[in-house]
């Protein structure tokens, strides 16, 4: 598996993750924009 792969795929669980943990916090907006950019960032794992 190459770096950049590895990369992205680290990219967008870190998103998610903190996409989370925002909500969890009470923030709904916030999480839906870092909702997007995760789904932006696993584009590229095509």
Do not use: D, H, K, Q
């Not at 943990?21 to 789904?39: D, Q, R």
Request: aromatic share 8%; glycine share 4%; charged share 5%.
């Amino acid at each position: 598996m190459p770096l950049e792969r590895i990369a992205w795929i680290v990219t967008v669980a870190i998103c998610l993750i903190t996409a989370v943990i925002v909500l969890l916090s009470g923030y709904v907006g916030y999480s839906a924009v870092v909702f997007a950019i995760a789904c932006s960032a696993a584009i590229n794992l095509r």
